[in-house]
């Protein structure tokens, strides 16, 4: 089956405390992206990976990094968490074979106390 | 600067009606505006897609129209079903840059009473 993986689904943890989100989708896609997405606010693009090694910021990529060393995976990497990084995650891949559209995983709700 | 704006914000149909969501742009380099439909706890899924160049797109219940020149696009769905509650997100996307990203409206929380 086709999909976006995302671990884990729930996150409770402390300001500071460095956290990994992983991602992996296995429809071979060139393309993987990080959302958050917040009450009111719609989602918003975090970084975004065009391909393994490219990387670039969305538009809220303060507080975060990301890699992609390997095709299927793009983990989102929260160094020194705040509370105002509580949010809901959203990973998505796409290629250009079906025209960019974009399939979303299933989210990490992420809390920061 | 909210590029796509989304209204309303919440939306209550009775079963058979119509629901009609509404969107606006502001940038004109957007060329494919899809809607996405989101359950609780899952992620958005693509429902319906249109790029500009048409003014409408029919895929059973679910009819998006375009405005270009009022830089508008919405989404019809008929006879709506208690199934089809759940909120739905407009967005639009500038192909021709190198980040395919999708800039999205605020959402609608739609719901169908039965």
């Known amino acids: 089956e086709a999909q976006v993986t995302q671990n884990p689904r729930y996150l409770i943890t402390v300001t500071g405390k460095k956290l990994t989100v992983t991602c992996s989708q296995n429809?071979?896609?060139?393309?993987m992206s990080w959302y958050r997405q917040d009450p009111g606010l719609g989602l918003r693009q975090i970084y975004y990976?065009?391909?393994?090694?490219?990387?670039d910021k969305g538009d809220v990529p303060e507080g975060y990094k990301v890699s992609r060393k390997e095709k299927r995976n793009f983990p989102l990497i929260l160094e020194s968490p705040s509370p105002n990084q509580t949010s809901l995650y959203f990973c998505?891949?796409?290629?250009?074979?079906?025209?960019?559209?974009?399939?979303f995983g299933p989210g990490t709700r992420l809390t920061v106390t | 600067q909210q590029q796509v704006k989304q209204s309303p914000q919440s939306l209550i149909v009775q079963k058979g009606g119509i629901s009609i969501i509404n969107c606006a742009y502001e940038n004109t380099a957007f060329d494919y505006f899809p809607w996405y439909q989101q359950f609780p706890g899952k992620g958005p899924a693509l429902l319906i897609a249109?790029?500009?160049?048409?003014s409408e797109k029919k895929e059973g219940r679910f009819t998006i129209s375009f405005n270009k020149s009022a830089k508008q696009f919405s989404l019809h769905i008929m006879d709506s079903q208690p199934g089809d509650s759940a909120t739905y997100f407009c967005a639009a996307r500038n192909s021709g840059g190198s980040n395919y990203k999708l800039t999205f409206g605020k959402g609608t929380l739609l719901t169908v009473n039965p």
């Open positions: 429809m071979n896609h060139e393309y």
């Open positions: 249109i790029r500009p160049d048409v």
């Open positions: 990976s065009m391909n393994v090694e490219v990387t």
């Open positions: 998505a891949s796409s290629s250009y074979r079906a025209n960019y559209e974009q399939y």
